[in-house]
């Protein structure tokens, strides 16, 4: 299998069918698998999923007993993945999977050069609130002075890399928005490709400024002390 699509969601049952009709569009040619991990929805997007499971062989749907947030649903879906390369997704439709393959390609491409690369989207026309995109512009300014990660947006969600040195990464809660850095200080080179943004029309967004600011600041002191700690050590047998 080439690519296991990972999608974490949560109370999307107005966006999660359309998502998968045009994921299942946008991939054809490619052989994928789409690993939909629901978060505890209280909704009924669990029952979409299992009637959707019936006309799409390539969805599979995981389920967390309990909410555990959407950086541990995007670790389940890549423990439970059975490609070797990842690519990530969010499941509120604002994502556009047509995007995919040619950040797939990119993948392909700049991995036989570099050796371990992750790709990135960049939503050069954000369509969320003004709001949103201020906060959002001033918090990646931040984050890339601190981290020295130099990704203009680390919390696109449609991202590419290879599962096991996902899996490697010291896991915390929202550790998903410092992915970049965190992949860096492991060796990893990061490429940002411009990607499409679109409107969110159904449901609303689980994420705002009071839950994301002050944790937000928490957990990038935290990066930055285990970028500070970490050591990157190479070593061959001779």
Not at 128 to 133: G, P, S
Request: hydrophobic residues 35%.
């Amino acid at each position: 299998m080439d690519l296991s699509v990972v999608i974490p969601i949560y109370n999307e049952s107005e966006n999660i069918e359309h998502l998968i009709e045009e994921t299942y569009q946008a991939l054809i040619g490619i052989d994928y698998e789409i690993v939909v991990v629901d978060d505890s929805s209280t909704d009924n997007t669990l029952d979409l999923l299992k009637r959707l499971k019936k006309t799409y062989r390539e969805l599979r749907v995981i389920l967390h007993e309990k909410n555990y947030g959407q950086s541990s649903a995007i670790q389940t879906g890549a423990r439970f993945a059975n490609a070797n390369i990842i690519a990530t997704m969010d499941g509120d439709g604002q994502n556009d999977p047509a995007d995919i393959p040619a950040l797939f390609e990119q993948y392909i491409k700049l991995e036989k050069k570099h050796g371990e690369v992750v790709i990135a989207g960049f939503r050069v026309k954000r369509r969320d609130t003004f709001l949103k995109r201020i906060s959002s512009r001033y918090a990646n300014k931040l984050r890339s002075y601190i981290l020295k990660d130099n990704v203009p947006d680390t919390g696109c969600g449609l991202k590419i890399f290879n599962r096991q040195s996902f899996l490697a990464l010291p896991f915390f809660d929202h550790y998903h928005r410092y992915l970049p850095a965190l992949f860096i200080n492991n060796g990893a080179k990061i490429f940002s490709f411009k990607v499409n943004h679109r409107l969110r029309t159904k449901g609303y967004s689980k994420y705002g400024f009071h839950n994301r600011f002050w944790v937000g600041i928490t957990d990038l002191l935290g990066v930055r002390w285990l970028q500070k700690r970490s050591k990157n050590i190479t070593a061959k047998e001779k």
